[in-house]
């Protein structure tokens, strides 16, 4: 089964059941994504991929909405084009970015402003350097969901974190707010390696980053297997 629909003025055939997304990749249309990534389940949570149906209310995340037979749909209207700045604008003006390229990349794309809401709280959060192989940095999270995702049904089948707090303090954590080797996480590195903004991130570019040399670090984990014998 197959269905028909206009995408951008063009007449697009895909397999039923396929979203607007998929729809759009496989005719070379793009629409940015920031949530979506291709070894998750997609949960349209930051709705950057919106786009315009006719005859529908509201813009409509392309990740999850299934391209139905007859629709008409705009990728780059201008409503659609204002949606996506302004979630750009409000990311930028309340978590840092300093570390997520490709949504940096977005920002010039759509002329976003990093001063567009100077008032807005920031999520601030301390790094939590609690475990040999990873950092996490709640300051750059912009609470995309993949790193939960893999470490739960979409890969790993861990369940070591999860969302915690609720609205403005949600924020990804583990069960407590254990340190992460008190957790079920075997460190596995899947979450590191989805995360999109250098929230997570492996211990080694960390400590390069903060200047340390690589004799350093290999000092530091020669000492720390000498602490343990
Ligand atoms: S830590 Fe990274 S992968 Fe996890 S929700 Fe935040 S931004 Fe997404
Ligand atoms: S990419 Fe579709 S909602 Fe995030």
Redesign the pocket.
Known sequence: MTVTFIMDGKEITVEDGKTILDAARENGIDIPTI?WHEATTANGLCRMCVVEVEGWRTLQPSCIVPAGAGMKVQTRSEKVVRARKTILEMLASTMDLSD?PEVLTMMDEYGASHERFPDAKRRESEIKDDNPMYI?D?S?????????Q?CADDAQYTYA?NFEGRGFET??GTFFDKPIPETTCVLCGQ?VG???????KPKRQFLLETGMSPQEISVLNTGRKRRKS
């Open positions: 949530c997520a996490r709640y750059k999270c912009l609470l995309c969901w993949r790193c939960v893999v974190i924020q990804i979450c989805v995360c999109p903004t250098g929230a997570l």
